[in-house]
């Protein structure tokens, strides 16, 4: 089993910034892709970007050039940094682990609300 816990989310005027921070734990040696959905109210659930565990990235056009993802190995934990941010961003973000045998672990989420 893997756990992923979220933070860093809240209200932020359009145009501002934030950082999410994903912290896994427990069987984090299976841990393959990392990355980021979210889900606005009313909208499928949406990849926004993702990493490797050797760094290769790949990120959704709606947020290329503004988001950056990263990740540090040693302590488990992936970053969203998100800039320049958009009313449209409003959403729930959700961390996603995803293991060497294909299995997905997904954390509870963190609301992110930006304020036109």
């Known amino acids: 089993q893997v756990q992923l816990v979220e933070s860093g989310g809240g209200l932020v005027q359009a145009g501002g910034s934030l950082r999410l921070s994903c912290a896994a734990s427990?069987?984090?040696?299976?841990?393959?892709?990392m990355g980021w959905f979210r889900q606005a109210p009313g909208k499928q659930r949406e990849l926004v970007a993702v990493i490797t565990k050797g760094g290769s990235t790949n990120y959704a056009d709606s947020v290329k050039g503004r988001f950056t993802i990263s990740r540090d190995n040693a302590k488990n934990t992936v970053y969203l940094q998100m800039n320049s941010l958009k009313p449209e961003d409003t959403a729930v973000y959700y961390c996603?682990?995803?293991?060497?045998?294909?299995?997905?672990?997904w954390g509870k989420g963190t609301l992110v609300t930006v304020s036109s």
């Open positions: 427990g069987l984090i040696f299976s841990i393959n892709t």
């Open positions: 996603e682990a995803s293991t060497h045998t294909s299995k997905d672990y």
